[in-house]
């Protein structure tokens, strides 16, 4: 039923309450996958548990909670879905209002669309960084590293949020070119604004991550923390501004590993 | 003691050096001499507004594209205009009238075909004593100083107060009120979907672009304050928002987040003071001072004919470049096709929109290049007259823009200013002649020509800051949006 309100003009029915937010927050689902990559590291880490069993100080470590150790080549290859768990859980929560302004000025029918592809290319470029990593750990045999690595290794983050690239690459985070207009260009301009978004993001945030996939002890409790400094830094408006802060809490959360 | 701000204009008559505007000149060479350190000094104040050199809680805090825009700048002069009051009271040769009522003047532009041009006094080569006037800078636009007009669009601000809302969340292609986009503070790292308020853009964008041109100091956020008609455009856009206030339907915004956000600025002997939008609201009685005249300017002010409250559901893209725009100074037309909306406006309406905008998004440039565009939509001619054609639809303007790629900086990220063109869609619609393809114009403005008995003698370097090239702007999409 439409409702006259000024000539010429008709304007819909007032839609639920449950509708509105579903047309104003067409990122749902990422939320939602970000929400089921939490639950699946909550399940396969238990908060400051002990060692795993399996090769810790690698995405291997997160891969395979209760597997025998196992060969560089296939850790590898289980380390891929783990990374994208992990991207998924830490990164994701961070993303979402870019993700909802990408769907937001897309055309309607492709909202969706335009948000599967500028995730798919954000996700894709952290998983790809997650299992270079893990490699790398594997090769110099860092992956069995003593439990003193993880504490340094997030040291070595908060070092990184004091210095003056950490600022630069959380600034360029936010700078989202527009999602095209229709068919295959609007595809490949969210593909993009995907990759560039990541390609920022990867610069401001890729010591966290690395300290995470060194930590062989409380990952979630570790993931938990880098989480929320991540979320701040990129989401709240004083965020490039956070990093002595961010630091602080970094290293606090490494005290707390070195002495549990 | 309640001041009163009065437009330079009216002072200039009859005499260009109005006791006021004398003393306002005297006490910017005093500023302009005091150490940079100083927070009272001319260099400090500038870096209030924006700085690379050891931002801090004072320093590079300027609001733009925010709804801190209005109250920042407001409280911003106002402790410049008691810094200025209390260097005038020392002022020799300055009578005692002047000194105790002196008040921060205004350029009101906006007034008719002659204010346009800058106030006689910011022109002089020198003051009354031969002395040089600190009042007349060479960054301007080459053409400024020997008399030249504000082009009439850009000084109008007529479509800024047809705005009813002063808010609106940052939200796809819709405008941002009168005000501009409910965000933090130095926002700039929190939402690529904030606008800049439509005051915002026309005339105070515009003004700052037209009077800095190419390379000049108005035209730059970090330099904008060093030229001191600067003060007297922002106390002008601070008049048209006593002006809107007092209209019909008009409010200031109510909320928490917008009354009670702390920004911090240095008295006038130059101690630390703190101040919130709350503590500005009234002129009168939270500031001491008052506009000589808050008169509505000529032309069509009546409310934007829409519907009482905005649409319950998002704006909707309908239509957009594929590729970026490039603006280099000549005119620029995109064309591309319209579809039917897909979203809520596809079922009960029937695919008819309440508003209608048109966007210009991630707008880009490593500097401003000193030049504003009208914008017309399906504009049938290229007879160009802003302020006399139906299709036209408001201004596009750039400053700041120079910090959209300055990664060491807080403002990265393009620039979307968003226009409500309704009105023109209803009438197109209505004459058949709104169909599946829409057509939008970007014509450069420039200065208008001096008028006969106002014109000066171009000085020695008024022309020295020019760049050799005009910087192209980028525009990453121009859209049709449904609502």
């Not at chain 1, 006259?4 to 029915?13: E, K, M, Q, R, V």
């Not at chain 2, 009077?211 to 003060?231: R, Y």
């Not at chain 2, 490039?326 to 309406?349: I, K, M, N, Y």
């Amino acid at each position: 039923m439409s409702t006259a309100t000024t000539a010429g003009w008709s304007a819909p029915s007032r839609p639920r309450r449950g509708e509105q937010l579903r047309w104003a927050h067409p990122e749902w689902g990422v939320a939602l996958a970000a929400a089921a990559a939490w639950a699946t590291v909550v399940v396969r880490e238990p908060l400051l548990g002990g060692p795993t069993g399996a090769p810790h100080a690698g995405m291997a470590a997160h891969a395979g909670a209760a597997m025998p150790p196992v060969a560089p080549g296939p850790a590898v290859l289980a380390a891929v879905p783990m990374s994208a768990v992990m991207a998924a859980a830490m990164m994701l929560p961070s993303v979402l209002p870019a993700a909802r302004a990408v769907a937001l000025t897309s055309r309607w029918h492709r909202r969706q669309r335009a948000l599967a592809m500028f995730t798919g290319a954000y996700l894709a470029v952290w998983t790809v960084f997650g299992v270079a990593v893990t490699a790398v750990l594997l090769l110099v045999g860092a992956d069995a590293g003593p439990p003193w690595v993880g504490p340094v290794a997030l040291v070595a983050a908060a070092a990184w949020e004091l210095s003056p690239g950490k600022p630069r690459h959380l600034r360029a985070c936010h700078r989202l070119p527009p999602s095209g207009n229709d068919g295959w260009p609007a595809d490949l301009a969210c593909v993009r604004a995907g990759l560039r978004h990541a390609r920022a993001c990867l610069g401001a945030c890729w010591a966290l991550m690395v300290a995470v996939l060194l930590v062989s002890t409380g990952t979630v409790l570790v993931m938990v923390v880098l989480t929320a400094v991540i979320w701040a830094e990129k989401v709240l408006a004083a965020g490039p501004r956070l990093g002595a802060r961010a630091a602080l809490l970094i290293v606090a959360t490494a005290a707390v590993l070195a002495l549990a | 003691m309640t001041v009163v701000r009065r437009d330079a204009w009216t002072l200039a008559s009859p005499d260009v050096w109005h006791p006021v505007i004398r003393a306002y000149a005297l006490a910017v060479r005093v500023m302009q001499q005091r150490p940079a350190n100083d927070p009272t000094s001319w260099r400090y104040q500038a870096a209030v507004h924006a700085t690379a050199q050891a931002p801090d809680q004072f320093r590079n805090q300027c609001q733009h594209n925010t709804w801190f825009f209005l109250p920042w700048h407001r409280t911003y002069l106002a402790w410049f205009e008691r810094i200025v009051r209390d260097i005038v009271a020392t002022l020799p040769g300055v009578d005692q009238a002047t000194k105790d009522g002196w008040a921060l003047p205004y350029w009101d532009y906006g007034r008719s075909s002659a204010t346009r041009a800058l106030p006689p006094a910011f022109r002089a080569m020198t003051l009354p004593d031969g002395s040089p006037n600190p009042l007349r800078v060479p960054g301007r636009n080459p053409g400024l100083n020997t008399g030249g007009r504000l082009p009439a669009s850009a000084a109008s601000a007529t479509r800024a107060l047809r705005q009813v809302p002063f808010s609106a969340r940052p939200a796809p292609g819709i405008t941002a009120g009168f005000g501009g986009s409910a965000t933090g503070a130095n926002h700039f790292s929190e939402s690529p979907l904030a606008a800049p308020g439509a005051v915002e853009l026309t005339p105070h964008g515009d003004v700052h672009t037209q009077v800095g041109g190419p390379g000049g100091l108005m035209s730059a956020f970090d330099t904008a304050p060093l030229d001191p008609v600067f003060w007297l455009h922002h106390a002008n856009i601070d008049r048209l928002w006593e002006v809107w206030r007092t209209q019909p339907q008009r409010r200031n915004p109510t909320s928490g987040a917008w009354l009670t956000t702390v920004f911090h600025f240095h008295d006038e002997q130059g101690d630390p003071v703190k101040g919130v939008a709350d503590d500005v609201l009234n002129t009168v009685t939270d500031l001491d001072y008052r506009y000589a005249d808050l008169s509505l300017p000529a032309g069509p002010l009546e409310a934007t004919a829409m519907t009482p409250t905005p649409p319950d559901h998002p704006a909707e893209l309908v239509g957009a470049t594929d590729g970026t725009v490039e603006l280099t100074g000549q005119r620029a037309t995109v064309d591309f096709p319209l579809a039917a909306p897909s979203g809520p406006l596809s079922g009960d309406a029937g695919g008819i929109p309440t508003r209608v905008y048109v966007n210009v998004e991630d707008v880009r440039a490593p500097a401003n290049p000193g030049i504003s565009y009208a914008v017309y939509v399906n504009v049938p001619d290229d007879d160009d007259d802003p302020t006399n054609d139906a299709h036209y639809i408001g201004n596009v303007s750039f400053f700041g823009i120079e910090l959209t790629a300055d990664l060491d900086r807080d403002h990265p990220g393009g620039l979307r200013m968003a226009f409500d063109v309704t009105d023109l869609y209803t009438d197109l619609r209505e004459r058949g002649l709104w169909d599946d393809r829409v057509r939008v114009t970007f014509a450069p403005l420039g200065l208008d020509a001096p008028l006969p008995d106002d014109s000066e003698e171009p000085g020695p370097d008024d022309s020295a800051h020019v760049p050799a090239e005009t910087p192209t702007v980028q525009i990453g999409r121009v859209s049709v949006f449904y609502q």
